[in-house]
C-alpha cells in the first residue's frame, strides 16, 4: 500500500511539473501584457500543495519562481528586471540579486501557506470543498500580495519610473492592482482549486478503497 501510494504521489508530481513546464512556454502560464505578464502558474502549485502537502507545494512553487526568471530574461517587457538580475532596460532600470527574491520566494511560500492551511482547516472544517476554496484563494492572494509587497519595498522607485507613475502615488497603484487583478485571481484559483483537487481526491480514495 505504501510503495502505491508513493508510486501515485510520484506520478501526480510528475504530471504537474509537465504541466507548469507547458504552461511556463505558452500563453496560458504567462498572458503578455504590455508593462507586465499576468499569470496562472499559481493554480497548479495551490492544486498540488492540497493534493501532496505543504513541502511538495513549495518545490512546485519554486519551480514557478524559476520559470518566471526564465521567461522574464528569454522575452522580457518594461519591468521584468524586477524578476530576473539578467536583464536590465536601461542604466536606470537593471535587475539585481533582489530580484529573485521577488520573483522565488512569494512563489514558495503559495505552496507551503495553501498547503498548511488545507491541513489545518481540515480539521476544523467539514466541508472539503469549502477548505479546498479557501486553500485556493489564500494561495492566490500570497503571491499577489507577496510579489507586488516586494515590489514596492526592493523596486518602488525604478518600478513606479519604469510605468511613468509617481513614486509617491505606488502604494495606491500597487494596492489597485492588487483589488483589481489580485482578488478576481484569487476567486478563480478557489473555483479551480475545489473543482479538480475534489475530483482527484475522490478518485484517489475510491482506487485505495478498492486495493
Request: net charge positive.
Amino acid at each position: 500500500m505504501e510503495k502505491k501510494m508513493d508510486v501515485r504521489l510520484l506520478a501526480q508530481m510528475a504530471l504537474l511539473t509537465a504541466l507548469m513546464l507547458v504552461m511556463a512556454f505558452t500563453p496560458l502560464g504567462y498572458i503578455p501584457l504590455p508593462f507586465m505578464n499576468a499569470t496562472t502558474m499559481h493554480i497548479p502549485v495551490i492544486i498540488g500543495a492540497c493534493l501532496l502537502g505543504p513541502k511538495l507545494g513549495g518545490v512546485l512553487g519554486g519551480l514557478f519562481g524559476l520559470t518566471s526568471v526564465l521567461k522574464a530574461t528569454i522575452t522580457p517587457n518594461l519591468t521584468s528586471f524586477v524578476f530576473t538580475p539578467f536583464y536590465s532596460f536601461s542604466p536606470e532600470f537593471h535587475g539585481s540579486w533582489m530580484s529573485l527574491i521577488v520573483a522565488i520566494v512569494p512563489r514558495v511560500l503559495i505552496g507551503i501557506v495553501a498547503g498548511l492551511l488545507f491541513q489545518w482547516l481540515g480539521k476544523l472544517v467539514r466541508n472539503e470543498t469549502v477548505s479546498l476554496a479557501i486553500a485556493g484563494f489564500v494561495g492566490s492572494m500570497v503571491n499577489t500580495i507577496g510579489v507586488m509587497g516586494l515590489i514596492y519595498l526592493l523596486f518602488g522607485e525604478q518600478y513606479a519610473a519604469a510605468g511613468g507613475k509617481d513614486p509617491a502615488l505606488l502604494l495606491g497603484v500597487i494596492m489597485g492592482v492588487i483589488g483589481m487583478n489580485g482578488v478576481p485571481e484569487a476567486i478563480i484559483a478557489a473555483i479551480l482549486t475545489a473543482a479538480v483537487c475534489k475530483a482527484l481526491l475522490t478518485v484517489t480514495r475510491r482506487s485505495i478503497s478498492r486495493a
